[in-house]
Nanobody
């Protein structure tokens, strides 16, 4: 069955960096667009970033305005793993970060999430 398992969250100071990962299994990872979505306390889910499939081409990447220039999404199809490198973190980036299969408003599987807390 499809499984998405996030890891790498934690507590980081404002201005710091963190990389979260999502290990995928149960499907052909390289054939699917993948996304990161986050949910801050008391708020709804917010799309963060999407990466297209690659194959012979470099995957295209898309970002929410709130993270563009600070976050980088990437994928390693050989390892069936999705990444989100987060730099210059801000307190408002504090959220539960989910890996999802698919693209904006068209996700069919989610992971359990990994908590990222940005605080001094």
């Amino acid at each position: 069955q499809v499984q998405l398992v996030e890891s790498g969250g934690g507590l980081v100071q404002p201005g710091g960096s963190l990389r979260v990962s999502c290990a995928a299994s149960g499907f052909t990872f390289s054939s699917f667009f993948m996304s990161w979505v986050r949910q801050a306390p008391g708020k709804g889910r917010e799309w963060v970033s999407t990466i297209t499939t690659g194959g012979a081409r470099i995957p295209r990447t898309y970002y929410a305005d709130s993270v563009r220039g600070r976050f980088t999404i990437s994928r390693d199809d050989a390892k069936n793993t999705l990444y989100l490198q987060m730099n210059s973190l801000k307190p408002e980036d504090t959220a539960l970060y989910y890996c999802a299969r698919g693209t904006v408003n068209n996700y069919d599987y989610w992971g359990q999430g990994t908590q990222v807390t940005v605080s001094s």
